[in-house]
Structures are given as C-alpha cells and as structure tokens.
C-alpha cells in the first residue's frame, strides 16, 4: 500500500522500471518524497517544515541558524546573547559543489554537497560550523518566507512553537542569492564524462 491506496504487486511491476514517481503511477509520488516522507518523524511527515526548511531567528537573545534536514540532521549555528541596542545579523553559506548546471550533462554530482555556514554579529564570526550535505531538491513550495514571526510550522519544534512572533525590530532585511556557476572548464570535464558514460553504455 502507497499513500494509503492498494496498488497489486502486478501492476506496480508493470512500471517500476520506466514510470515510477511519474504521472503514470499517480498517486504515488518520485523517489526524493517517498525518502523524505521515510525519515523519523515525531507524529507526521505532512508537516512541511519537517521536509526541509531554515530559519534564521532570536531565541532567548541569541542568534540563531538551523538548517533542518528532512528531519534526519539539524545543523545548527547559536552566537552569544545579544547585548541590548541595534546589531547587525548574518548568515553566509558557501556552497562546495557545482550547482545545479551539471544536471544539463545528467550529472548529480553538483547537488547536495556541503557547504560552511558563518554566523556574524555586527561583522564578526561567532560560530563556524561545515555542514556536510545539503538538500539535492527544491525546499518547501508550501512554506512561506516569513519575517517577523513563523506563521506556519517551525524550523524546530524543540526551539519554539508558531507562530513565534519577534518583539525587537527589524530596519533591514537582505537575502542574496548566488548561485554556483560552471565554468567553461567545468563544463568540458562534464561533457567528456558524459560522452565517455555514453560510450559505456
């Protein structure tokens, strides 16, 4: 039984090779959510939070970072109690990998590598910490980008319950994203490999 539906082993044969996880198979679901809705899970997997979210909040005066990891590892970078007055918090995440251009060559290697996350305060690193993987897929569509309090689920239930709200205020927000990109090298060793993959096959 998938997704609560009674599906015979026959039929489920019949295109677990060329369709699984498509449209054909509805209402199952690709092989990245069923591992996803396979990790622990305190009462449900439909908990969108749960799948694989950050959050970037104040939690009894300290700064935090969590990357939750579809519930298998939180990652986790804390400052000091912030002293009262204005600060300037920041979050830099510098990713190992390739990015997303090596699937162009149908090459995974570029996705869910790891990366080092630096927490600032007013300019300064308060916590280092690498992260070993990230998450080979998009992040939750159905969570909202929230600012000012957590209108949905939690990043971590153990921290806080929603909706959260912060008390301080906020001048600015900045979010930048700078996606990895091929190099012209990069893309030459990629095309050999899928060329010299092509010729195995």
């Known amino acids: 039984m998938l997704n609560g539906v009674m599906v015979p082993v026959e039929d489920q044969l019949k295109c677990i090779y060329d369709a699984w996880g498509s449209d054909k198979t509805y209402p199952h679901m690709a ?7 396979d990790t622990p899970f ?3 997997k439909q ?5 694989g979210v950050y959050g970037f909040y104040v939690l009894k005066g300290k700064p935090v970072f969590l990357w ?5 590892e939180r990652v986790r970078w804390e400052g000091p109690e912030l002293t009262p007055g204005k600060h300037v918090l920041e979050f830099d995440f510098a990713y190992d990998g390739l990015g997303m251009g090596t699937l162009a060559f149908n090459n995974f290697s570029g996705v869910g590598r790891g990366g080092t996350g630096v ?5 300064q690193a308060v916590d280092t910490r690498k992260m070993e993987h990230t998450l080979p897929f998009i992040l939750q569509w159905d969570e909202a980008l929230d600012i000012g309090s957590d209108t949905l689920t939690g990043v971590n239930d153990a921290d806080y319950q929603t909706p ?4 301080g205020k906020i001048d600015k927000i900045t979010l930048t994203v700078d996606r990895p990109k091929l190099s012209p090298e990069d893309e030459k060793k990629l095309a050999a490999a899928q060329q010299a993959k092509g010729a195995s096959d």
């Open 31 to 37: 092989a990245l959510w069923a591992w996803a809705f």
């Open 47 to 51: 908990v969108a939070s749960h799948l």
């Open 68 to 72: 939750n990891l579809v519930d298998l």
């Open 42 to 44: 305190p009462w449900t």
């Open 164 to 167: 959260f709200p912060f008390t």
């Open 119 to 123: 927490l600032k305060v007013d300019g």
